[in-house]
């Protein structure tokens, strides 16, 4: 698929170059959306983030089949703890702290089960990941590098969670230069007022710092 179409969106429709377009999908680890893992250890309904789960896993295999440029993300920490700022350890007084053994092995470190991506929606072996150690899928990682190799311009962005890492990322791929469409059904928070706010503050003022749409929409466009 190359052929450049629109895509309904707010504040308005989003000019889709699909040679030009990447897939960017947000942690969605097992620490994240499963029992156990580091969303529960804050007191986190992780059920709330399951519902993008079904939305995600058609729009994959949607992007997939037309030939598309597909990244995942993971925010996790190096086993010694070497880049996890104590503040960031120590915040929100978790039952369990990052680097602490848990459910599903180590909270939120690399390598350990909690930390990689569930498996509705796991990677193919061509399709890279982004392990991060802050919430910006930028800071510290080189994915501004590997989408200009491939020419990227714009990003579908989709995962969890909508007001942190979500909206971390699309304002900082703003900066740079990328535009942003992100859609709403296929993002969510454990606070859905959160989730709102942030996808209003990223349509804001003609689309300040990208586009909102939902999975039907954009699929409209690939199916």
């Keep these: 698929m190359t052929k450049a179409t629109t895509v309904k969106a707010s504040p308005y429709d989003f000019p889709l170059q699909p040679e030009n377009c990447a897939l960017l999908i947000i942690d969605m680890q097992r620490d994240f959306l499963e029992s156990g893992g580091f ?19 058609r729009l994959l295999a949607a992007w997939r089949e037309a030939g598309l440029p597909v990244l995942h993300t993971r925010e996790g920490h190096l086993p010694n703890l070497s880049d996890l700022p104590p503040s960031k350890r120590n915040r929100g007084n978790p039952s369990l702290r990052i680097g602490d053994l848990g459910p599903m092995g180590r909270i939120l470190i690399r390598g ?39 020419g990227i311009s714009q990003l579908v962005v989709t995962g969890v969670t909508t007001e942190v890492c979500v909206n971390t990322t699309v304002r900082e791929a703003n900066d740079r230069g990328f535009e942003c469409l992100v859609l709403s059904d296929a993002t969510a928070s454990y606070f859905p007022s959160m989730h709102h706010a942030a996808l209003a503050m990223i349509k804001a003022q003609g689309g300040i710092f990208g586009w909102v749409s939902d999975s039907d929409s954009l699929l409209e466009v690939l199916l």
Excluded: C
Excluded at 39 to 57: C, H, K, Q
């Design 112 to 150: 350990e089960n909690g930390h990689d991506i569930i498996p509705e929606l796991y990677p193919l072996s061509d399709e890279p990941i982004i392990d991060k150690p802050g919430k910006g899928a930028f800071t510290r990682t080189d994915l501004e590098a590997q989408l200009k190799a491939r």
């Design 39 to 57: 969303g529960e250890t804050l007191g986190n309904d992780v059920s709330l983030l399951r519902s993008v789960i079904e939305p995600n896993r």
